[in-house]
């Protein structure tokens, strides 16, 4: 059940990012309502995860997979740039994040 609140919890950190960079500087309303509620629930969940799981490796995996999201949400909506290189290093990091999953 850790690791599954985890991982929701490594999405919403890139929710909270992504409504971060939309706010403005907390300028917009509702891209600032969605930051705070995302980033309240993701560090709730984040806090229960770490009563089972090693502090390293769940930062870590909750790092990653926000990281990800954020960059591939970034590249999807064109306020990134795509490129084979950057993609190649995001796969990178699910790989990383993966692995810390298997080696638990």
Do not use: D, N, Q
């Amino acid at each position: 059940m850790s690791w599954l609140v985890l991982v929701v919890s490594g999405v919403l950190e890139s929710v909270w990012a992504t409504a971060l960079g939309r706010s403005e500087g907390f300028t917009r309303l509702w891209p600032s309502v969605v930051f705070a509620v995302a980033l309240v629930l993701s560090m709730a969940g984040l806090a229960y995860a770490l009563r089972e799981l090693p502090t390293g490796t769940a930062y870590a995996v909750w790092v990653g997979i926000g990281a990800a999201l954020t960059v591939l949400i970034g590249m999807v909506t064109g306020a990134e740039p795509v490129s084979a290189l950057r993609l190649l290093l995001v796969a990178g990091i699910v790989g990383c994040v993966i692995g810390l999953k298997a080696l638990h």
